[in-house]
């Protein structure tokens, strides 16, 4: 078994029915803190330390991973926001998505220093996956919600956070 020197791909070879010589694993968690991140790679490392007799086995964490984000009040200010701009459009009003559910948005990374809301893009299906497919006709809809909620927003008074 092999990483590729991207880190992105795993390659393998050998017979499916024997245990190998080598095995890799790959991926991420999401977090709501960073102390639950630091739990969560605490107990990872430990199972890792209690690997089988006779076997040895390592576990990293990529330092430039997507760090933790909780949902904050201000957030949700914003996705309240974002709901009257969805009414005047007379589009449907869009529910929080459960933090468990949600996948990594770029905004974790200001998360701690400025409210943010992601799923302003477009709309898509079987995303960061073969077969992925992006609705073109959102664009236009995406765009003018993005655009009258940053007016809206722009015209606000500013509160530190």
Same mark, same amino acid.
């Given at each position: 078994?092999?990483?590729?020197?991207?880190?992105?791909?795993?390659?393998? &070879?050998?017979?499916?029915?024997?245990?190998?010589?080598?095995?890799?694993?790959?991926?991420?968690?999401?977090?709501?803190?960073?102390?639950?991140?630091?739990?969560?790679?605490?107990?990872?490392?430990?199972?890792?330390?209690?690997?089988?007799?006779?076997?040895?086995?390592?576990?990293?964490?990529?330092?430039?991973?997507?760090?933790?984000?909780?949902?904050?009040?201000?957030? &949700?200010?914003?996705?309240?926001?974002?709901?009257?701009?969805?009414?005047?459009?007379?589009?449907?009003?869009?529910?929080?998505?459960?933090?468990?559910?949600?996948?990594?948005?770029?905004?974790?990374?200001?998360?701690?220093?400025?409210? %943010?809301?992601?799923?302003? %893009?477009?709309?898509?299906?079987?995303?960061?996956?073969? %077969?992925?497919?992006?609705?073109?006709?959102?664009i236009k809809r995406q765009a003018k919600r993005s655009a009258i909620l940053m007016t809206r927003l722009s015209?606000? &008074?500013?509160?530190?956070?």
């Amino acid at each position: 078994a092999a990483l590729d020197p991207d880190g992105i791909r795993i390659s393998a &070879k050998g017979k499916t029915n024997i245990i190998p010589g080598i095995a890799l694993a790959r991926g991420d968690f999401r977090t709501l803190s960073e102390e639950q991140s630091a739990r969560v790679r605490a107990k990872m490392t430990a199972i890792v330390a209690e690997h089988a007799p006779l076997t040895s086995a390592k576990i990293s964490f990529d330092p430039g991973a997507y760090p933790a984000m909780a949902p904050t009040d201000g957030n &949700k200010a914003l996705l309240a926001a974002l709901n009257g701009v969805n009414r005047d459009l007379g589009l449907a009003e869009m529910a929080p998505l459960d933090p468990l559910k949600r996948g990594a948005g770029d905004i974790s990374f200001v998360a701690s220093d400025v409210d %943010g809301l992601v799923g302003l %893009g477009t709309s898509s299906r079987g995303d960061h996956a073969p %077969g992925e497919t992006v609705d073109l006709d959102s664009i236009k809809r995406q765009a003018k919600r993005s655009a009258i909620l940053m007016t809206r927003l722009s015209k606000e &008074k500013l509160s530190a956070k």
